[in-house]
């Protein structure tokens, strides 16, 4: 499963686009299924921008958090509701107690089996989140594809990418023994996005419109970063140059954006269909 969506080689679309693809798509385990997924994302976003003007790569991880549902679009091989959207929690060590519908692990081969059943399981004492295997789904794919196009989000924001649907950690506390401290650090931040990402879905509607232009030019400006940081510059395409001369940025300013925005990804996100 991974190394075939980790091709990202099928389907190339923006931010935004993507944000709208997500209206085609029903999450069952959403209590708020009457409000279209694209308002979730801006709701969740300008929740965020509200309390924290400053922190725009957060306001960025709001907008792009669940973008991983596209699995479910029939254009990304439509997978089935439990393969995208609910809890997700590490495999290849003792399943957690916390984790929901627990009982019917003892289904499970892995339950069983003493390499994996452990505390520890395969892995050791802060090893660090990020050597775990998680369970697939939308969280997983979206980090996935943001590392995958080289993302300069922080690490804190690909940490709430990953681990926003894993209750048994944010939720329980379970699971510290393989935290490292970068992932002490990065809990707080994700701890602080649960809030607006549950209760940002308070009947506040969002006028999508209005708000746009602000997240397009959030994206556009992490897009050239993107082109920057990926040491493009040099030998840029014709696109990518043209798009620098768009926003009339030459190599010192472009210098300048990486300091300013050192924090960001690109509107030309490549997404996976099969
Ligand atoms: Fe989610
Ligand atoms: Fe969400």
Redesign the pocket.
């Given at each position: 499963m991974r190394e075939e969506y980790g091709n990202l080689d099928k389907v190339e679309m923006s931010i935004w686009e993507c944000c709208e693809l997500l209206n085609d798509v029903v999450?069952e385990s959403d209590p708020d299924l009457d409000e279209p997924q694209i308002e979730h994302l801006l709701q969740t976003a300008e929740a965020i921008r509200k309390d924290y003007p400053d922190e725009d790569w957060l306001h960025l991880t709001g907008l792009i958090?669940?973008l991983?549902?596209v699995l479910l679009h029939p254009s990304f091989g439509g997978l089935p509701q439990w393969a995208v959207?609910g809890d997700t929690y590490p495999v290849g060590c003792a399943f957690d107690k916390s984790i929901v519908h627990h009982k019917y692990f003892e289904e499970n081969p892995d339950y069983h089996n003493p390499a994996y059943n452990t505390k520890y399981g395969v892995y050791s004492e802060g090893c660090g989140l990020n050597n775990v295997m998680m369970s697939w789904g939308?969280?997983d794919y979206m980090y996935l594809v943001a590392k995958e196009n080289k993302t300069t989000l922080p690490s804190a924001a690909l940490f709430i990418i990953r681990y926003?649907?894993f209750y048994a950690l944010h939720r329980s506390g379970s699971y510290k023994q393989l935290m490292n401290g970068e992932d002490v650090e990065n809990l707080k931040w994700l701890e602080i996005f649960n809030k607006y990402?549950l209760y940002s879905k308070s009947k506040v509607r969002i006028d999508v419109e209005k708000v746009k232009p602000y997240y397009l030019s959030l994206i556009e400006k992490l897009y050239v970063l993107l082109v920057y940081v990926a040491g493009l510059h040099h030998q840029a395409e014709p696109a990518v140059a043209a798009d620098a001369l768009r926003f009339n940025l030459h190599p010192p300013k472009w210098q300048l954006l990486e300091i300013d925005y050192w924090i960001l990804v690109a509107s030309g996100i490549h997404l996976v269909a099969p």
């Open positions: 999450d958090h669940d991983g549902k959207v939308h969280d926003h649907s990402d």
